[in-house]
C-alpha cells in the first residue's frame, strides 16, 4: 500500500493464513486501523459462513497492513478504465466455496474473447434483405 489509511468499511482481500498452500484470502471489510510502529487493520471476514444459522458470527482479524489489498470500487474505476490481464499475469481470483469467498493466488491462461457485436440496425438490414 502506499501510505494511504483504508477507510472504515472498505473491502479488502485479507490474508488471514499465509502457511496453508495455496495461502488463504478472504474477502473482508475494514473495522478500524491501528497506527503504531507496526500499524495493524482489524478486519471481519464479509461471509457468514454457516447460511443456516439465523445469527450467524462472523471471524475478526486484526492483521498486519502487508497483508490486506484495498479492492477498487466500481466509483473509483469504472468497467471502461480496468485493465485486462493477460496471459501469465498473477492474480487473486475469486472462487465461492461452501459458503464463503476464497480467494487464491491465480495465473491469467488466456485473456477475454473479443465478442463480435452487431447493432440493431446491421440486424434489421440483414433480415429486410432476407425477407426480399
Do not use: C
Not at 507496526?38 to 443456516?52: F, H, N
Not at 490486506?68 to 472462487?95: N, Q, W
Not at 491465480?106 to 474473447?113: C, E, I, L, W, Y
Request: charged share 25%; proline share 10%; no cysteine.
Amino acid at each position: 500500500m502506499n501510505g494511504t489509511i483504508v477507510p472504515n468499511n472498505s473491502q479488502v482481500a485479507a490474508l488471514v493464513d499465509e502457511h496453508s498452500r495455496p495461502q488463504l484470502w478472504i474477502l473482508a471489510s475494514v473495522l478500524g486501523y491501528r497506527p503504531g510502529p507496526r500499524p495493524k487493520y482489524e478486519v471481519i471476514d464479509l461471509d457468514a459462513g454457516d447460511e443456516s444459522n439465523p445469527n450467524p458470527v462472523r471471524k475478526k482479524y486484526i492483521l498486519d497492513i502487508k497483508k490486506i489489498i484495498p479492492l477498487p470500487t466500481l466509483d473509483e474505476y469504472p468497467m471502461s478504465k480496468r485493465k485486462e490481464f493477460s496471459k501469465g499475469t498473477r492474480v487473486l481470483a475469486v472462487f465461492p466455496v461452501g459458503g464463503i469467498t476464497v480467494l487464491y493466488p491465480a495465473d491469467v491462461v488466456a485473456g477475454p474473447k473479443k465478442v463480435k457485436t452487431i447493432t440493431i440496425n446491421k440486424q434489421l438490414k440483414r433480415r429486410t434483405q432476407l425477407e426480399r
